[in-house]
């Protein structure tokens, strides 16, 4: 396939498939917000709803109607989830909430601050549509409380004994880099550079390894290794999807050296956490090779590969690495084939090493509209600028 049939494949998936799945399916009209616990067929199979995925679901649906289409019903169905999460998502200190039942009663506590993280990305891509104060104060208020809290993410919830194995994990950091940029028109410029270097100081002076060429999971606090599950733990995921974010900073800064140190970290990290033997991306791994803690760390998980495929995209076209391209084209067939249902819509979240379904659900407590949804339209819009700069080379040559 060329670019441009790439292109198409993931633009027509966005908007004829996904999208309308979840305008069909998720909505609550009685009490509002949206179920995620979906089957394959899109019915519900439970009604608990969990913060960061109301959240990623009101920025999903602004994201598209600032930048895709302006779309009445898009703005509508982001309009209903916020208003849920305003009356029922957080506490009475403006800490966000991990769950709540249908009705908005909470369920779990506030220990998750990527609640709050999505909160402020929803609330500030919402502003943008409606120019509601409300929405910008919320996703300004939940910022810096996230800032301010950041080094005990989950204060009185946390169960680590205080003192003896203290470690920094490697998914605030990260989430910050693209945080700070989906809110950047209502911060103050110098809070924004700030959050930005001190993102990417954290991520390439601590967490990455260069000896390895891989990305840790966790840290001790001045960045140094720590050999125990925590520390030896790899997500390739996070690492791949966090090298996307630092190539968009790299863009907005014109730092063409930060761009390509970004796209060999994905190569280094795809390459080190490929299944051989059955192909796909490993859920977690052991950077010493000893049995990794988590039970699932040979699962292939939708999330990983999408924004994999972001991540490669996005160094061929910063770069024009053949080898980017020869990836992509290698984890799209195994994607494609594995993640996207050929019968229903929307696709499936958890395989097994062997790459067949695990569970047959479109969304559940971890798996909501966001990664699917934004992954295609990073790859559309992706493949649009690499197929005009190709056809601008054409033009110059």
């Not at 991306?281 to 939708?302: H, N, S, T």
């Amino acid at each position: 396939m060329q670019p441009d049939d790439y292109l198409k494949l993931y633009k027509d998936t966005l908007l004829d498939n996904v999208i309308p799945f979840w305008l069909q399916h998720s909505g609550d009209e009685a009490f509002g917000g949206y179920f995620t616990c979906l089957d394959k067929e899109g019915k519900v199979f439970d009604t608990d709803k969990f913060i960061w995925l109301q959240c990623r679901q009101v920025w999903c649906f602004s994201m598209l109607y600032n930048k895709v289409e302006k779309k009445q019903e898009w703005l509508d169905f982001a309009l209903q989830g916020a208003a849920f999460l305003e009356k029922n998502g957080r506490d009475e200190n403006g800490n966000w909430y991990f769950s709540v039942n249908r009705e908005g009663i909470p369920l779990t506590q506030p220990y998750n601050i990527f609640s709050d993280c999505f909160a402020s990305m929803a609330f500030g891509q919402l502003f943008k549509a409606t120019q509601e104060p409300e929405h910008a104060k919320i996703a300004v208020d939940t910022f810096h409380s996230i800032l301010n809290k950041k080094d005990n993410s989950k204060g009185v919830y946390n169960k680590s004994f205080p003192g003896t194995r203290p470690l920094q994990g490697f998914a605030l950091p990260m989430i910050l880099c693209n945080l700070v940029l989906e809110i950047e028109h209502l911060l103050d410029a110098d809070l924004v550079e700030t959050t930005i270097q001190n993102g990417i100081d954290t991520i390439m002076n601590q967490f990455y390894r260069p000896e390895l060429g891989i990305i840790l999971e966790n840290v001790t606090p001045d960045g140094n290794f720590s050999d125990s599950f925590e520390g030896r733990l790899v997500n390739p995921g996070h690492g791949i999807e966090a090298m996307w974010f630092l190539m968009d900073l790299a863009e907005r800064a014109d730092n063409k050296a930060l761009a390509q140190k970004a796209m060999e970290i994905t190569l280094n990290i795809l390459e080190y956490g490929w299944d051989k033997q059955h192909g796909g991306i490993f859920y977690f791994l052991d950077v010493k090779g000893a049995p990794p803690q988590q039970l699932e760390w040979d699962q292939k998980l939708w999330w990983v590969h999408v924004e994999t495929l972001i991540s490669l995209l996005k160094g061929y076209l910063h770069t024009g690495d053949e080898r980017c391209w020869t990836w992509f084209e290698r984890v799209h067939e195994y994607t494609w084939t594995h993640f996207a249902d050929q019968e229903h819509p929307e696709w499936f979240g958890y395989l097994n090493r062997q790459g067949e379904v695990l569970l047959p659900l479109k969304g559940g407590k971890w798996k909501g509209c966001f990664h699917v949804p934004r992954g295609l339209y990073q790859c559309w819009k992706t493949l649009e600028a690499i197929v005009a700069k190709k056809l601008s080379e054409v033009q110059y040559s």
